[in-house]
């Protein structure tokens, strides 16, 4: 066994088909007795229940996170927190309303609670993106790691299907690289092997049957493990590429991963050949090849085209994708970050 260092972040994570019960006792138990609870527009009414649920701890709800955390949303929630004089906050939805909760974290040190109810796994990371003047920067944080996470599988139920799908790939790619991150350890390992077998497993059902509890726990649960993972060790080239292109041609976020993944696991396949070895043998042998075969049978979308991205934007992407070096298991050099690029845009499938 080579040697290793192995850090964890400290989580409570209280996960299962009805823990969202558990909110008031998760609340008290961080001695907060003034939760504002934070959702999007679109899952106001969750949010609502959810403050109604929490009863007295609650002291209202504030439904304007939006994706990218701009700057200027969190402002106007920090006056919100303020006004109302929180002492927590409640975050329920997906990747952008947990920014929001960790963009307040941060600024303030209140604890938060977060429900995800997509498997983009922000819940379980240090990491803040957020965007001022169309610009998204990254920090990284002790203060802007979640205090509790409650999963619970009955939130998902709801995840229209096309989302689970993208959003289950997003976080596949988070385990994919962790596998052969240089920071990596013999624990992140084992989370990103049963994260990616908890997909797979998971993502054709509910693809079939949407409301499949037993799909919905284990996707939910490969999430977990695949969000841990990304909030332990290093990422590389596949992060870096969908954060470029998100950042400088606005494509979605998720969508971008799930596009991207088996054509940046096709890149390191020879390099990260051992590291990448047990995830191929998940996939039917080709790292590369097998996540784009998986990807097709799930209905993900396949080609960066679809984005709005036209065939000239790529000079750009390479150029920013390579303008900074960056470590990743196979060198990096413009031609062959240019040549990927192309092959995501058109969406054939890789070796
Ligand atoms: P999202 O949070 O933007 O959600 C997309 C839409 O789906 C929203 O309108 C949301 O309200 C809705 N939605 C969420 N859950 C739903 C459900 N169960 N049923 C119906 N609708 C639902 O999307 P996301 O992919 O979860 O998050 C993307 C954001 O998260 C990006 O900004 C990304 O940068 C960030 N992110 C950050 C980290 C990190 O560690 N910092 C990790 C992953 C993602």
């Known amino acids: 066994m ?22 008031r006792s998760a609340v008290e138990t961080l001695g907060c007795t003034r939760a504002l609870v934070l959702s999007t527009p679109h899952q106001t009414a969750d949010a609502q229940a959810l403050s109604d649920r929490l009863g007295a701890l609650s002291v209202g ?59 983009a796994g922000s819940e379980v990371t240090p990491i803040l993106g957020q965007t001022e003047g169309g610009r998204k920067t990254t920090v990284r944080n002790a203060s802007i790691l979640p205090e509790v996470v409650i999963y619970d599988p009955d939130l998902t139920l709801r995840l229209p299907v096309g989302m689970s799908v993208t959003s289950g790939l997003n976080a596949m790619a988070h385990a994919v690289e962790g596998l052969y991150a240089q920071d990596r350890n013999p624990v992140s390992t084992l989370m990103a092997l049963d994260g990616l077998r908890a997909f797979r497993d998971s993502l054709p059902v509910l693809v079939k049957s949407p409301d499949d509890p037993d799909a919905r726990a284990e996707a939910l649960y490969g999430a977990w493990l695949c969000g841990t993972v990304l909030g332990t ?23 971008t991963h799930a596009v991207m993944l088996p054509h940046t696991a096709a890149f390191n396949a020879e390099a990260a050949k051992e590291e990448l070895a047990a995830a191929a043998e998940l996939f039917g042998g080709s790292i590369g090849g097998g996540l784009w075969d998986f990807a097709k049978s799930i209905g993900a979308p396949l080609s960066l085209k679809d984005f709005g991205i036209v065939e000239a934007d790529l000079d750009r992407a390479a150029d920013i994708a390579t303008e900074n070096p960056y470590w990743n298991p196979r060198p990096i050099d413009r031609v062959s970050i240019r040549t990927l690029l192309q092959q995501a845009w058109e969406g054939v499938r890789p070796d």
């Open 233 to 255: 060790v290093g990422m590389a080239l596949h992060h870096k590429i969908c954060h470029t292109l998100g950042g400088s041609f606005d494509t979605p976020h998720a969508e």
């Open 2 to 23: 080579k040697s290793f260092t192995y850090a964890g972040n400290p989580a409570r994570i209280l996960f299962g088909s009805g823990r969202i019960a558990d909110v």
């Open 61 to 119: 709800v504030f439904p304007g996170a939006v994706m990218h955390t701009p700057v200027d949303v969190t402002e106007k929630a920090l006056e919100v927190v303020k006004d109302k004089a929180a002492d927590c906050v409640v975050s329920l939805g997906g990747g952008s309303t947990t920014g929001l909760g960790k963009a307040i974290a941060y600024r303030t040190d209140l604890p938060q609670v977060v429900i995800p109810t997509t498997y």
